[in-house]
């Protein structure tokens, strides 16, 4: 599985952004997804979790409220939609898929290469 993020990008800050991952080479029925983020000398941090279906979704306390995060089947593609973003949300976002959706990044066994969001104040 191949997977590409994209739709980063500067914002100022109250603004919005979204996020997407597609993946080709295999379809993501049954797997979960994740975002993830790494601001620059910290470690990577959990963003928020679906599975396939839509109907579970997990979100880290600092984004809940404020990040929605959503597939579409048919496009093979699961969405980032970010609002209110703050410069504390700065950082390399990326999705990754795994077996089922998770807070943990071990979890998961596919990659996208990240995509750069900058919140200015």
């Known amino acids: 599985v191949q997977l590409q993020a994209f739709g980063g990008g500067l914002v100022q800050a109250g603004g919005s952004l979204r996020l997407s991952c597609t993946a080709s080479g295999r379809t993501l029925s049954n797997y979960g997804m994740g975002w993830f983020r790494q601001a620059p000398g910290r470690e990577h941090e959990f963003v928020a979790a679906i599975n396939w279906s839509g109907v579970s979704t997990y979100y880290a306390d600092s984004v809940k409220g404020r990040f929605t995060i959503s597939v579409d089947n048919a496009k093979n593609t699961v969405y980032l939609q970010m609002t209110s973003l703050k410069p504390e949300d700065t950082a390399v976002y990326y999705c990754?898929?795994?077996?089922?959706?998770?807070?943990?990044?071990?979890?998961?066994?596919?990659w996208g290469q990240g995509t750069q969001v900058t919140v200015s104040s």
């Open positions: 990754a898929a795994g077996s089922k959706w998770s807070t943990l990044r071990i979890a998961y066994d596919f």
